[in-house]
């Protein structure tokens, strides 16, 4: 089993390889991420774990975009004041990508992490892909 | 350990080289004499062929002088019909007339600049990691090339809702283009559900602004139907009284209106009619023009994208949530190495800098300590930088698209285009190829010469990363795991 890292041991550790994860579009252009388990993490991560943090991804984006009367009614709010509205306030669009930035953050401390991993928010890859760096195996008494 | 951050340590060697780096100010490693290093945003450092105005704020393609004529023919027209036939129609009629009027033509002009001046729906460039691995997958996906050396076909076949469609790969920005994206020749980017490069508009019209570009045109067949019909109203009423020359000559402006009215009319009407069309089938013009979806290609061809319903696509494409901008225009470039340099000193103390708020967000290493050092610094700088338009705050990930730049007059330059692009504003004729050129073939073997011979773990090595919080880290623990 590899050996688990506190987040400050990964200030020491070194990058070894970064995998990508793609987008999915098998259901259009909506925003999801392919579920596979890329073969590098296969050493690091439970498959199982993994597919529920891509799933649990792709549900909050799906919410994000999801076309319903709270959509309509923000769309029709919105072009009525001329968008203006939205130097109030935020779309509902940009509070769910904080909440899965929050959601990225709590998985990387609690889970990938420990593991040597991190996980990068998409927004900052374009929504194009799951940036997952992998982090060198060390030994924690180089410490 | 790390993160032990106070001046107190023992040995005053360190110690003073501990100050000297903070007071340097120096953002990169390698150069820690820069003292007057400026911290850019990405807008600045923007690889397309765009033009930023309001830092960032704004972005438009880069030839704008047909948007200006736009904008002047919109307001000499309005202009002349509330200053010389409104004060007639508002005592004879009904001052409901140059109020109704009052209200088209500020709807006309905000949905005009909002559609100018919002990102259209930029894809960002692929990170040289993402690149090389798609370079990777692509090799591997086909096979070893033998001595007549032919490029690979680069797409990827996808099934849509029982439909085929082909992912093509943009040499340009180095991505598998998603499904309806499309690269502009003219700004020199991917563009999500590529409608076309609208020179009236003087931008793309893609998957963030299409709903504003067709408002324009609704709104703006609207206005010229209300000011044709209006002004036609008044010559009539005047020739009732005076006689039909005489109401000509008291009021000039008239004939000029109508004369813009007549022809604007066909053009914008059409257009509009053209893109309810579109929007009620949920195609894309790019997608109409080459007949993607259309029943003449193939018995079984429909539209996957299509909710099949004619009110859900439209509430689809004007109602739907509007996603944000992808480029984070505002945000501040990170520091890049990107040779391979070795960070034998400590002077990597103060990268902070240029810490992003939302980078600390996601990258949860460096939310503590490393970023309290320099806390000051990178506050300052941002506001020093927020210019004349200081009603958003500084570099927010997920920045809604920009206001219209009625607050930020002072600062839009008026450009002289050398060319200006006067297509006819009939639809399918303004409507300029979407289609890439693609690099010239030069790129291509350096591309695979990426693939084949760099060794995984050499391409990512440590000092060529992009990410700040690597860079900063590394830098810190060099000098407090003394």
Redesign the interface.
Same mark, same amino acid.
């Given at each position: 089993m590899a050996e688990t890292h506190s987040l400050q041991d990964l200030r020491q550790a070194a990058v070894a390889s970064k995998v990508f994860v793609q987008r999915d579009y098998t259901s259009g252009t909506i925003c999801k991420f392919q579920i596979k388990f890329p073969a590098e993490l296969e050493s690091r991560i439970d498959k199982q774990q993994f597919e529920e943090t891509i799933q649990t991804l792709n549900n909050l984006y799906a919410e994000a975009e999801k076309l319903g009367g709270r959509s309509y009614l923000e769309g029709c709010l919105a072009c009525l004041t001329a968008y203006t509205i939205f130097l109030c306030m935020e779309t509902h669009y940009e509070k769910v990508l904080k909440k899965i930035a929050k959601y990225i953050q709590e998985q990387n401390e609690k889970i990938y992490a420990p593991l040597g991993l991190l996980l990068t928010d998409p927004i900052e890859r374009g929504l194009r892909v799951v940036e997952i760096t992998i982090f060198e195996d060390r030994s924690i008494g180089s410490r | 350990?790390?993160?032990n951050m106070h001046l107190g340590v023992e040995e005053p060697i360190r110690e003073c080289q501990y100050n000297q780096i903070c007071t340097h100010n120096s953002s990169t490693m390698d150069t820690p004499h820069t003292k007057k290093k400026k911290i850019k945003r990405k807008w600045q450092v923007f690889p397309g062929r765009n033009k930023f105005y309001c830092n960032g704020r704004i972005m438009m393609a880069k030839q704008t002088g047909v948007f200006y004529l736009t904008v002047v023919l919109i307001l000499v027209t309005s202009g002349l019909f509330f200053a010389f036939d409104c004060p007639f129609l508002a005592s004879n009629l009904t001052p409901a007339i140059p109020a109704i009027g009052g209200v088209l033509f500020?709807?006309v002009m905000?949905?005009l600049l909002?559609a100018s001046f919002s990102d259209p729906g930029v894809?960002?460039r692929?990170?040289p990691?993402?690149a090389a *691995?798609i370079e990777r997958q692509i090799d591997t996906a086909n096979g070893p090339s033998g001595p007549g050396y032919r490029p690979p076909p680069r797409t990827r076949e996808?099934?849509?809702?029982g439909q085929t469609?082909k992912?093509k790969y943009c040499f340009t920005c180095k991505?598998?283009r998603?499904?309806?994206a499309s690269h502009c020749s003219l700004c020199d980017n991917c563009v999500?559900?590529f409608d076309h490069h609208c020179p009236w508009v003087g931008n793309c019209v893609g998957r963030r602004n299409y709903r504003?570009f067709y408002?324009f045109i609704l709104s703006l067949s609207l206005l010229t139907i209300f000011i044709f019909a209006f002004v036609i109203t008044h010559v009539i009423l005047r020739s009732n009284r005076t006689g039909f020359l005489s109401a000509l000559k008291d009021s000039p402006a008239s004939v000029l209106e109508v004369v813009v009215c007549f022809f604007s009319i066909w053009s914008i009407v059409g257009l509009s009619g053209f893109h309810t069309y579109l929007i009620s089938s949920n195609q894309t013009t790019n997608e109409d023009i080459k007949g993607s979806w259309s029943s003449k290609r193939g018995k079984g061809n429909y539209n996957?994208?299509s909710y099949g319903n004619l009110i859900?696509n439209c509430?689809?494409a004007?109602?739907?949530?509007?996603?944000?901008s992808?480029? *984070?225009r505002r945000g501040f470039v990170q520091p890049d190495t990107p040779q391979p340099v070795a960070q034998t000193n400590g002077t990597g103390a103060c990268p902070s800098n240029q810490v992003q708020s939302?980078?600390a967000?996601?990258?949860?290493?460096l939310h503590s300590q490393p970023i309290i050092l320099g806390g000051g610094a990178p506050l300052q700088a941002k506001t020093s930088l927020g210019g004349p338009c200081s009603?958003?705050g500084p570099s927010q990930?997920?920045l809604?698209s920009s206001?219209p730049g009625l607050s930020c007059g002072g600062e839009l330059m008026a450009l002289r285009d050398s060319e200006i692009h006067c297509h006819h504003h009939l639809h399918h004729q303004h409507f300029i190829s979407p289609e890439e050129t693609p690099s010239p073939p030069t790129a291509l073997p350096c591309a695979t010469h990426l693939g084949h011979h760099v060794h995984?773990?050499q391409l990512?090595n440590?000092a060529s990363?992009d990410s700040l919080h690597?860079d900063s880290?590394?830098g810190?623990?060099k000098l407090s795991s003394v």
């Open positions: - | 350990m790390t993160g500020i709807f905000g949905m909002r894809l960002p692929a990170t990691e993402e *691995d996808v099934l849509i809702n469609v992912l991505i598998f998603p499904p309806r999500e559900r504003f408002l996957p994208y859900t509430c689809a004007l109602c739907g949530p509007l996603p944000p992808l480029i *984070d939302h980078m967000a996601t990258n949860p290493l009603t958003l990930a997920s809604p206001i995984p773990a990512f440590p990363q690597e880290v590394r810190l623990v």
